[in-house]
């Protein structure tokens, strides 16, 4: 990776956003207002009013065929890009199948979200056992601690309380800002610190929300079985087929695009919202076109707003609500943009 990489990134992104009606700009907190300084109100809208119980019991319908299913699109997309890079090695298949599979690094803590929720496997236990050993621990990741710390997050969403709230307040940012996140994110800074914070979490000695609890005997390691039984389970498997290298595109892409994937993301969802207190405008959903929904919004995340209205509705009917919640007006108003650009441009844009 290079800062070349970086140059390019941000200039497809402004490109793309300057080719976008922007109706809405920056106040000084960070939240975005109209230009004569008010936020388009969707306050008091009564949005459940418009579904009825049985739409609801619909939405809400967990289907084991179509978790699994986003589960095995997850890792074919993967091994798509492996096998990309095995059959034509160069530096531009490497730098495509990072991004490719950063992205899906991304999908597999989204497919770990949906478990945490309870709505990837409509059976608990094996929603967490999978959810943990084919999406979570190969990401280095765990639903045990992730499931308190996040519903914290939908329970205080945009208080002083939210554990998610530091991902969100700083923006807007200075274009300068921007390119050294972003800097830091594909040169691999973010993910080298994040990887410390997780070890510090997985051996108990972490001060964060997300900590684990000490085991009684005081023996920890235990919590590393995981990540470390199926990163090696995926290095024994491409050993196996004669490409062990091809692991490094793994652990690389979690050190770089999978953090850059992170950051767009949870920039896109809550940063520079109108208003913190009406559940139509403290979320954000982005409209992601076909590249998009590939290296930035896997396994529908895009739909951020309506997972806020009703948290345990399965990724795969988050579209359905949405166009449910369009057709009758609901969404009127509502913090929803088309394209990851826009947002970023908006996120880059403070002087």
């Not at 160069?90 to 990072?98: C, D, G, I, K």
């Not at 394209?339 to 441009?345: F, I, M, P, V």
């Amino acid at each position: 990776m290079t800062q070349g990489v970086i140059a390019v990134t941000i200039g497809v992104m402004s490109s793309v956003a300057n080719k976008v009606q922007v109706d809405w700009q920056r106040s000084g907190d960070g939240i975005v207002v109209a230009d004569d300084g008010s936020a388009p109100s969707t306050a008091g809208r009564d949005w459940k009013a418009v579904l009825s119980e049985r739409e609801i019991r619909e939405l809400h319908r967990v289907n084991n065929l179509r978790g699994l299913w986003s589960l095995a699109v997850n890792w074919g997309i993967v091994a798509a890009a492996m096998a990309l890079v095995a059959a034509w090695p160069n530096l531009l298949t490497v730098v495509f199948a990072l991004f490719v599979i950063g992205a899906r690094q991304l999908g597999f803590a989204v497919l770990m979200h949906e478990a945490s929720h309870g709505v990837f496997l409509s059976e608990r236990r094996a929603n967490d056992l999978v959810g943990n050993w084919l999406c979570a621990y190969p990401v280095w990741s765990d639903i045990a601690p992730y499931r308190p710390y996040h519903l914290e997050h939908h329970r205080l969403n945009w208080t002083d309380e939210d554990p998610d709230r530091n991902l969100t307040r700083p923006f807007p940012i200075s274009r300068a800002s921007m390119k050294r996140k972003l800097w830091r994110d594909l040169s691999g800074q973010t993910g080298w610190k994040r990887a410390k914070a997780t070890l510090q979490r997985d051996l108990s000695i972490s001060k964060g929300r997300a900590r684990r609890r000490e085991s009684a005997d005081g023996f920890t390691y235990n919590n590393l079985l995981g990540v470390l039984t199926t990163n090696a389970a995926l290095l024994a498997l491409l050993t196996a087929l004669g490409h062990p290298l091809l692991y490094l595109l793994w652990p690389v892409a979690w050190l770089t695009t999978y953090s850059l994937a992170m950051r767009i993301r949870s920039i896109n969802e809550h940063s520079m919202i109108a208003d913190p207190a009406d559940p139509l405008q403290n979320a954000r959903t982005t409209l992601a076109s076909w590249w998009e929904r590939l290296l930035l919004a896997p396994n529908r995340v895009n739909y951020h707003l309506e997972h806020h209205l009703f948290m345990a509705v399965p990724l795969y009917r988050l579209p359905t609500m949405h166009r449910l919640l369009k057709e009758r007006g609901v969404l009127d108003g509502a913090c929803i943009v088309h394209g990851y650009a826009n947002t970023l441009r908006l996120a880059s844009g403070r002087p």
